[in-house]
């Protein structure tokens, strides 16, 4: 799977968007880009991943630069709630069966 | 349609006893992964199993732990001859059948073993 570099920390006004940048240079062709979250001491949870076009869900937008070499994940309108720490994980993705390599991430603070 | 459940939340165990883990992955999913978290650390990848197969083990120790995913029930972290070096919060995550474009894992709450 390709390494993927995240800022140790970031923060974000409360109602704010909240943009999260990844690199991942060295990704292939069929490696997708998925972002997880961890809230203190929780079990990770999903929260959306693409391949090469932009993605949004109910709880954030993923976009993918052209060449595929970063990504940027967008919390439209951060809340408390949303103070986590954030990964990004670079993986082949076509079948289930494989596992994910969780990084350093990126704590992301949200502020009153 | 409940979430991957892992009990018990808490083990407290002396060194040297064994430590038993379970995890009863979401209904109809015959994957499981199981990750440790030591304390102020990230997740790491211990080992992942199908139904009656450990198909990736390369991120397990050597010695004293061990896996299981029987036929029928949950799966099984082991930890014998536990040290306090085995205080971390392990956690246990799920996924479907093979199906290309997802590839999602749905996590647990975790158990979280404290070794005096």
């Known amino acids: 799977d390709a390494k993927t570099t995240q800022p140790p920390s970031m923060d974000c006004a409360e109602g704010r968007a909240a943009n999260l940048p990844c690199n991942h240079s060295?990704?292939?062709?069929?490696?997708?880009v998925y972002w997880y979250r961890q809230i203190h001491s929780q079990g990770p949870q999903y929260i959306i991943h693409g391949l090469k076009n932009n993605e949004t869900n109910e709880m954030a937008s993923l976009i993918i630069t052209e060449d595929r070499k970063s990504s940027t994940l967008i919390l439209p309108h951060a809340t408390l709630r949303d103070t986590a720490v954030y990964y990004c994980?670079?993986?082949?993705?076509?079948?289930?069966?494989?596992?994910?390599?969780f990084g350093e991430g990126t704590q992301l603070t949200v502020n009153p | 349609n409940a979430g991957v459940m892992q009990n018990p939340r808490h083990l407290v165990r002396r060194r040297g006893q064994e430590a038993r883990l379970r995890c009863s992955p979401m209904?109809?999913?015959?994957?499981v992964y199981w990750y440790r978290q030591l304390p102020e650390e990230g997740l790491k990848f211990m080992v992942y199993l199908q139904k009656e197969n450990i198909i990736d083990e390369s991120g397990m120790p050597k010695e004293r732990f061990s896996a299981e995913f029987p036929k029928e029930g949950p799966s099984i972290l082991r930890i014998q001859q536990v040290v306090r070096g085995d205080s971390a919060a392990y956690f246990c995550?799920?996924?479907?059948?093979?199906?290309?474009?997802?590839?999602?894992?749905?996590f647990g709450e975790g158990s979280r073993l404290t070794v005096l």
């Open positions: 060295t990704i292939s062709g069929n490696e997708y």
């Open positions: 994980i670079v993986r082949v993705a076509e079948t289930s069966g494989s596992r994910l390599t």
């Open positions: 209904k109809g999913h015959s994957h």
């Open positions: 995550a799920s996924s479907p059948p093979v199906r290309r474009g997802t590839g999602e894992l749905f």
